[in-house]
């Protein structure tokens, strides 16, 4: 395909403001998907991502599209991911294309998450096409929110499109701006091949479908190329389009976007980002902006049927083929038994993966707490890195450390109260705050990681009415006064229960523990002291008092074969109990104190 012909574009959207169904309508009016065969959200494929309507995996379709100029044009439109916890992924998917729609529902206006990504299309020098959705609702204000949209990037209102996904209205007009407004890709077309990895997809049949764009030169079936983050190669054994069905091709040149199956099986071998080029004739220098994907946030998930322990293994396994950013260690604990720690790039991805486990691969699972890393560093130089409430050193500690993020909120300026106090709560600090248009107003803070990944967003959504919009992005770390609480039956730590916390909130995270454990767990033969404790000092205490009565005294001078009877009873009861010590505790206690609803 001559470049000139060819215009890459992504579109950059709020979840729920329309960017599936504005895809689908593309699809269906330039006759890339005939009628008959068009479902609903054609590209959401994973059941899950469809549920909860968040795009995860972004995917690339093309669109044959006859302009005004009476040219055909190849528009290829790169799905982006939609969710903080995706943010490097849809840093690469912008990078594969040289514009982006902006898609606003105009009933609502722009939300942070949308704002963020529009930043970061804006460092990448996209054009952008700025157009208001859902023009056909009763409750739309288009002119209110083209006015706002002008304001943030710069144009005039009457520059703004104005499209229904629904019924189409707009659409066609949309598809010509984008021929017109966005810039054809340019590259070498005789230098050596380069090409961009912006997807990467696990398909149980076809193994690993890498999707790319092609920046430089060419590649083409059965020729051998590399990776060049890794220096593996590996031989084109397929290469395609999705239209949006993979369709084979004899090759991919300069701005073109299609995919690639290796036969690789995993797709940490062909990672996001990374630069992808002839072995017969590399390039030398790698594409800008490649980095590994890194957990931010870890979590143990342990099986409830203690048998599941290999199911659990094995499925995991599986997902990691398709998520490069998971990564999980065999863990146990005294209350759980066996279990993974793992890792994960943030709360989302870690309820996604739970749901995905639990549902695919049918497990009962408990999750402890998540926590981010920390780094401690000890009076005697050495350093620590804590992954887990357990690996917390115990010697003499200089300073602890922590990330934060920078967070922006959107909010309708009634609730900065609310939002101000849920911050400052929450150990952030305000830095700036500006309004987008009278009733609107963009609040920045820093905060801590940990202080976010938990239940941060249910808070914001609840205080505000569910108006606010948050994002964030990692932003290096701070020193912080945290500790670490354990919580302790008859003087025995129960490991699945500790936590690091700041001192501040030490004490209340204590009296919350033990609280909770002192109804969840059924009296004893003794009194069980429950504790908390940082270090030797305990800082909160309750007590589960003895059983007064011996159960068998009910049978005393009965007969024998009642006795046992209950004994046989009380042995079913002992099978799903755990022993901390010398206490019984059931698997329930352990799996209400830790959930977090
Ligand atoms: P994610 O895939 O989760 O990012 O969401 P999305 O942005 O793709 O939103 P989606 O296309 O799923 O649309 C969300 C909801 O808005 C759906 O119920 C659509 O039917 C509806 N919707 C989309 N466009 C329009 C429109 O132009 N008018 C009206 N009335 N509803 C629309």
Redesign the pocket.
Known sequence: TDPALIRNFCII??????????ADRMLQITGAVEDRQMRA?YL?RMDIERER???IKSQAVRIPFTALDDKTYTLDLIDTP?HVDFTYEVSRSLAACEGAILLVDAAQGIEAQTLANLYMALENDLAIIPVL?????PAAQPEKYAEEIAGIIGCEPSDVLK?????GEGVEELLNEIVRQIPAPVGEADAPARAMIFDSVYDTYRGVVTYVRIVDGRLSPRERIQMMSTKASHEILEIGVSSPEPVKCDGLGVGEVGYIITGVKDVRQSKVGDTITSLADPATKMLAGYQEPKPMVFSGLYPIEGTDYPVLRDALDKLQLNDAALVFEPETSAALGFGFRCGFLGLLHLEITRARLEREFNLDLISTAPNVIYRVEMEDGTEHTVTNPSEFPTGKIASIHEPVVKATVLSPSDYVGQIMELCQDRRGSLQGMDYLSEDRVEMRYTLPMAEIVFDFFDHLKSRTKGYASLDYELSGEQESDLVKVDILLQGEAVDAFSAIVHKDKAYAYGVEMTKKLRELIPRQQFEVPVQAAIGARVIARENIRAIRKDVLAKCYGGDISRKRKLLEKQKEGKKRMKMVGRVEVPQEAFISALSTD
């Open positions: 959207a709020h979840i729920d403001h329309g960017k599936s169904t504005l959200q959401d309507g968040i795009t939609g959705n859902k023009i056909d609702l499209v229904s996904a629904k019924t």
